[in-house]
């Protein structure tokens, strides 16, 4: 299910092009009467509250102080957006204590930045709640995958040991069996490429830990999981959360992302070819239908079959705006029925006895040593 934005703005010429900007992502409720939006809101419990500086009512400004007291409402994050830069406004924001707005005219990808953001912190301070361990791995994930594509960027050195000592809680948290709080706890998160990213990261590590690869190994799968899409931190939300059909310009854009991953890894020092591989090759089908170079099975090793079958996985269980997501099992059959011939059969069906057994039940006969003896030679 979308999150929902609410906008409260007696401007109806602003009020829908705010609507209908942040329409693409997200379900958007919008008021121009602020009586009656306060108590529905109650009701649709938003994400986020925006804002105009008049309401029907009373000021923008006002109207946000009283939000504050409100049961409900006084806790979601508000944005407000202001026509001018005129002191006595500027005063009464400060006076109030409101410390995110927007002057106009602003450009439509700073709304779409800042709502994003605000989103974001406020699931990030959730984290804090969180056992250390737990928290520990969500902030150095998030902070791996921002801070690879900006230091690179700046043309500054970045060493695999960093990035893998920032993972290492991912490696600490599977083995510890404390892998669904983390999972949960990114779930309304708004950065969809780190929260696919997180989860590939963690099930490539169960899956590693499962069949009994070594530590180093499942800090490969762990690093390879999270950075494996960091090139799609370059391509526009528009296009990423596109609910139309997609062009044929919008499929070469996404299927750049590789491409874009590919340099962003190359300039990281002493990295294993293994993590490489996974961001590389986890497109790749088994009969040769994937990208970016076409591969059949004889050129797929261990590590990118593993990582295609987790991707599609994770893509198929995570909530999106175009779609909801499909239950663990659901994913699994429609993996085991309708794509044999593209994705390793043999990992799905162990995949899918390692996830059974992760929750509880008995699995299957193992057959993880020779895929485990495989995985030492190629990564």
Request: with cysteine; proline share 3%.
């Amino acid at each position: 299910m979308t999150k929902v934005i609410a906008v409260v703005d007696a401007n109806d010429r602003h009020r829908h092009m705010v609507a209908e900007v942040l329409g693409n992502f997200y379900t958007v409720e919008s008021y121009a009467d602020d009586t009656n939006a306060i108590w529905k809101m109650h009701l649709t419990q938003p994400s986020l509250i925006i804002v105009g500086q008049n309401t029907v009512g009373r000021s923008g400004v006002n109207f946000i102080t009283d939000l504050r007291k409100e049961e409900g409402t006084g806790c979601v994050p508000t944005l407000l957006i202001v026509d001018s830069e005129d002191f006595r406004t500027f005063d009464a924001i400060h006076g109030a204590g409101i410390t995110d707005f927007l002057v106009k005219p602003y450009q439509k990808s700073a709304l779409i930045a800042v709502v994003a953001r605000q989103i974001n912190s406020k699931v990030e301070k959730s984290w804090l709640a969180l056992p250390p361990a737990q928290h520990k791995a969500l902030e150095n994930t998030l902070c791996t995958l921002n801070g690879v594509a900006r230091n690179i960027a700046n043309g500054e050195n970045i060493g695999f040991d960093s990035i893998s000592d920032l993972c290492g809680p991912i490696v600490s948290a599977v083995k510890s069996g404390q892998t669904h709080k983390i999972i949960h706890a990114v779930k309304n998160h708004d950065n969809y490429t780190y929260v696919h990213s997180l989860r590939v990261s963690i099930l490539l590590t169960l899956f590693g830990q499962a069949i009994g690869l070594s530590t180093d190994l499942q800090m490969v799968l762990a690093t390879g999981g999270l950075l494996h899409d960091a090139g799609k931190m370059a391509i526009p939300r528009a296009t990423l959360n596109k609910i139309e059909k997609l062009t044929a310009e919008d499929w070469q854009l996404m299927r750049g992302h590789v491409e874009k991953t590919q340099v962003m890894l190359g300039a990281i020092e002493h990295l294993p070819k293994g993590v490489m591989a996974i961001a590389v090759e986890h497109h790749e089908r088994l009969d040769g239908s994937g990208y970016p170079k076409g591969l059949e099975s004889a050129g797929l090793n261990q590590l990118s079959r593993m990582a295609g079958i987790i991707d599609v996985f994770t893509a198929l269980t995570d909530e999106r705006p175009y779609r909801r997501a499909l239950g663990a099992e659901v994913a699994l059959e429609m993996m085991v029925n309708n794509m044999d011939g593209l994705l390793d059969r043999r990992l799905i069906l162990k995949f899918r006895e390692i996830l059974v057994e992760s929750a509880g039940f008995s699995g299957g006969d193992d057959d993880g040593e020779g895929v485990k003896t495989k995985i030492s030679e190629q990564a």
